[in-house]
């Protein structure tokens, strides 16, 4: 009677493997009800009252970074001076991680993901949950001292150096 049991939770445990892995399509578009056309940033903006100078970039290719000079202007107030900044690209076991600070009023106004990692649906899925609460949080901080996100620890990490760099440019 063990043996069966046993054997019946491991041919259970299999199908509900093999039904998780195939819905992964189904659970990512849960967690973006409006998903928007191929290579677009699908994360939610944030809210302030004052708007960056250019939209944000399209992702890059996962393999190469980013290196862009950083646009300086005189900032009025804040600790950064206002501006795009891009950051290292950091390591996140799955793949890298690199960020793009844009400075507006001599704060952080936004955080552009330029890369993450996406090659695996498990990737996508922490990252689809991950990346908008390390983005608020950076925003609501005004630094890259963030909270690592349970279960994204390896991408809160990764997401922590790129914006750190990126921020140590902006400095005024």
């Known amino acids: 009677m063990k043996k069966f049991l046993l054997s019946a939770f491991v041919v259970l445990a299999f199908v509900f493997y093999i039904f998780s892995t195939r819905n992964a399509d189904y ?4 967690l973006n009800p409006n998903p928007s056309s ?7 903006q944030a809210s302030q009252s ?3 100078a250019q939209s944000a970039p399209v992702a ?9 000079e950083p646009i300086k202007t005189p900032a009025k107030s804040g600790l950064y001076a206002d501006g795009k900044y891009v950051g290292s690209s950091a390591d996140a076991y799955y793949g890298n991680v690199q960020v793009e600070a844009v ?3 001599g704060k952080i106004f936004d955080v552009v993901f330029l ?5 695996m649906m ?7 949950y991950a990346m908008p609460i ?3 949080e950076a925003i609501q901080t005004q630094s890259a001292q963030v909270d690592t996100v349970s279960g994204a620890t390896e991408t809160s990490g990764a997401f922590i150096e790129s914006l750190s760099s990126a921020l140590a440019q902006a400095k005024n």
């Open 27 to 30: 659970i990512l578009t849960s």
């Open 122 to 128: 498990h990737s996508v899925a922490i990252n689809s």
């Open 134 to 136: 390390l983005k608020t």
């Open 38 to 44: 191929p290579g677009e940033n699908n994360l939610p």
């Open 60 to 68: 890059p290719p996962a393999s190469q970074p980013i290196k862009s």
């Open 115 to 119: 890369n993450y990692p996406q090659d």
């Open 103 to 105: 400075v507006s009023g």
């Open 50 to 52: 004052q708007p960056p």
